[in-house]
């Protein structure tokens, strides 16, 4: 079977989309999902969240340009069920380059598609950077399902109806027609507020079969983990935000039957 394919975004920055990228790849692996984690932000935040260093050259910026393969730039992680195609600045340029070319809403898939159909990965994690240019586009045209890391808060809320609307162009134009709306992952919640609360309800009242059970708090562990190049579960396994992300990846287990495509590849439960 095919990889599974999520694209994590959201036109806001700061909303957690990187770090649910991270740490849900992570925790996928951790699981036995051998997962791929495709960094497609030019800041490259992913990449070093994951102890990587941007280098020249080693992003997918080159197979965009029909100039090697992907799988050339995939690397290995610490852990043996993760990998990464890395980001770096290369990557700044692809925006325009992108518009010149013919089919420019689907070179990313055109890239990625013999890994989506090799027995090697269970699910490919696409991150976006913090738009809705042409490089999320691509990531929409690529992936089968959008996960929307959404803040608790309610000026949040304003953007997720522009994001749906690009995925609903995108589908209903042809470009990529199965995509969907795979879940809304609701990030930074702080119980000492009523807000996140209110806005957690709002979107549960909107999406309820959309929105995840499993709710990202705001943690001073999740933010300092980057900065050392790992992800929660390398720098603090049993903090709240572990909890959380473990969760999630079960969550998406369940939802998107990655147990029947991991058993494939004899994978041990």
């Known amino acids: 079977m095919a990889a599974t394919v999520f694209t994590i975004a959201n036109q806001k920055g700061g909303v957690g989309k990187t770090t649910t990228a991270i740490n849900l790849a992570a925790a996928l692996a951790d699981k036995h999902i051998n997962t791929l984690l495709v960094d497609m932000d030019p800041q490259a935040n992913t990449t070093s969240g994951l102890g ?23 690397l290995p992680t610490r852990n043996e069920h993760l990998f990464i ?26 890239c990625l598609e013999s890994l989506m159909r090799s027995f090697r990965f269970d699910a490919i994690v696409i991150d976006c950077p913090p738009s809705l240019g042409l490089i999320s586009m691509n990531a929409l045209a690529a992936a089968d399902y959008l996960v929307v890391a959404l803040q608790c808060e309610y000026l949040a809320l ?83 935000g572990a909890v959380a992300y473990r969760k999630l990846a079960d969550e998406v287990i369940a939802r998107f039957n990655l147990d029947n495509t991991k058993l494939k590849l004899g994978g041990a439960s």
């Open 52 to 74: 990587f260093e941007k280098t020249k050259g080693a992003s997918i910026y080159g197979p965009l340009h029909g100039e090697g393969a992907a799988q050339e730039k995939i």
């Open 85 to 110: 195609i890395p980001s770096e600045v290369d990557l700044a340029a692809i925006e325009v380059e992108l518009a010149q070319k013919e089919d420019y809403l689907i070179q990313l898939r055109r």
């Open 158 to 240: 304003e953007g997720l109806g522009q994001i749906l609307d690009l995925m609903k162009e995108i589908r209903e134009a042809g470009v990529n027609p199965k995509l969907d709306l795979g879940g809304i992952v609701m990030t930074m919640y702080d119980l000492r507020t009523r807000l996140s609360e209110q806005v957690v309800t709002e979107v549960r009242t909107h999406f309820p079969d959309k929105i995840f059970q499993s709710i990202i708090p705001r943690s001073v562990r999740l933010s300092e983990a980057p900065s050392f190049g790992k992800s929660i579960f390398e720098y603090e396994p049993n903090s709240a």
